[in-house]
């Protein structure tokens, strides 16, 4: 094979991966367009995250070539964008499709990094991968936000369900480029466990890291701190548009343009994780992220207009913060042989926290409006702190 062509071709997907022209207009799509409440979205959302969690537990058995393979052939469909694009309105339908996308996008991910490293080390180019890598994210982060730019004027010129449509094509790229990648060659595998075995060593391992997590209470606390808050901040994206619907501001270029900056705070959140240290810096932040993310849904709750919007951009700061900074703690605490399980209980905990935030915010909006969907927000954030923030100083 020729590794420089994977690279190639592995840059176009990173590009085409997240450009999706209906990121700044989907919600509002689904509500206006099909008529389905945000109760119904978020309901659907929640139930994606479910599947998320399920598929994901088992996806952690997929160790050989044909399954890598077939995560290549199949993984690269993101669904959200046909979900949104189905022209149903009913909600069983749009359920199955956001769980499906759910699935699709569990067996996607990783597999682009592991290609990656493989394509790097058949050269013998391994050092080159923290570059490649960085690029890659970068190229994704790019593409959602020249996405995020366009969608609103391009919905302002044409529809909402021809700018959704457009999904489709871009998926279809996606799943062009992938079918193009070459899989690196593998010397031969270790041989397997016994079949009857390897699915009890699979729960086993599970039940050691839960063990493991339970009986170190610095690290149990850091994991669901970490976890809740990062779910409670996330969960701004799912109000956003309808903030700014509320507001006044119609489908266009100021709707997009608006969004554009909240991609730009996730960066910032990231490159901001890198430059935090260990010890109190690490515990200060874990703290200081749910109790700013509170704040910035009680401003987001009581500023009139758009003077609350800046608020919007400390959530997704926050959001992006959190993580990497808790991860490092953890990485610190655990064995090595248990690291990557009791890492992914952190996936896990943020997403069932946001299987359960998501509806909540979707009923409270179209209940009572979106002041209470931001009240819960804070009160999530601020319960977290209560209620795990000492076990979190007492690990320091």
């Given at each position: 094979m020729d590794p420089d062509r994977n690279l190639r071709l592995l840059n176009v997907f990173w590009a085409l991966r997240e450009f999706h022209l209906w990121i700044p207009i989907w919600i509002v799509f689904l509500t206006e367009e099909r008529g389905f409440s945000l109760t119904d979205v978020t309901v659907a959302e929640g139930c994606s995250w479910w599947g998320w969690c399920c598929s994901k537990c088992r996806r952690a058995r997929w160790r050989t070539a044909g399954?890598?393979?077939?995560?290549?052939?199949?993984?690269?469909?993101?669904?959200?964008?046909?979900?949104?694009?189905?022209?149903?309105?009913?909600?069983?339908?749009?359920?199955?499709?956001?769980?499906?996308?759910?699935?699709?996008?569990?067996?996607?991910?990783?597999?682009d990094m592991a290609l990656l490293f493989d394509t790097l080390k058949v050269g013998g180019r391994e050092g080159e991968y923290e570059r490649r890598a960085g690029r890659g994210h970068a190229l994704a982060w790019a593409g959602a936000g020249v996405a995020t730019l366009a969608g609103g004027p391009v919905a302002a010129a044409t529809s909402l369900r021809v700018v959704i449509f457009t999904g489709t094509v871009t998926c279809a790229a996606l799943v062009v480029v992938a079918l193009l990648l070459r899989e690196v060659p593998r010397s031969a595998p270790a041989p397997a466990p016994e079949a009857a075995g390897a699915r009890d060593g699979y729960w086993r391992s599970i039940g050691v890291a839960f063990r493991e997590v339970w009986h170190a209470p610095d690290v149990r606390a850091v994991i669901l701190l970490a976890g809740c808050a990062t779910a409670a901040a996330h969960a701004v994206g799912y109000l956003v548009q309808p903030y700014l619907l509320d507001r006044g501001i119609e489908v266009g270029v100021l709707f997009s343009l608006l969004q554009v900056p909240t991609i730009a705070a996730g960066v910032v959140g990231a490159l901001l994780a890198a430059r935090l240290g260990g010890g109190r810096t690490t515990t200060m932040a874990m703290l200081a992220v749910p109790i700013a993310a509170a704040g910035a849904y009680g401003v987001l709750g009581t500023a009139p207009g758009l003077a609350g919007f800046p608020a919007i951009l400390v959530?997704?700061?926050?959001?992006?913060?959190?993580?990497?900074?808790?991860?490092?703690?953890?990485?610190?605490?655990?064995?090595?042989?248990?690291?990557?399980?009791?890492?992914?209980m952190q996936g896990m905990v943020t997403s069932l926290t946001m299987a359960a935030l998501a509806p909540g915010f979707g009923f409270a909006t179209d209940q009572w409006g979106l002041p209470w969907a931001f009240a819960l927000g804070a009160g999530v954030s601020l319960a977290t702190v209560a209620v795990l923030g000492k076990p979190v100083v007492r690990s320091r």
């Open positions: 399954g890598v393979r077939s995560r290549w052939r199949w993984g690269r469909r993101r669904w959200r964008s046909p979900s949104s694009c189905s022209p149903t309105t009913n909600f069983g339908i749009l359920l199955a499709s956001f769980l499906f996308w759910s699935v699709a996008s569990t067996l996607m991910s990783g597999a959530l997704y700061l926050a959001a992006t913060l959190l993580i990497p900074v808790a991860s490092g703690y953890v990485n610190r605490r655990t064995s090595s042989e248990r690291r990557a399980t009791v890492l992914s």
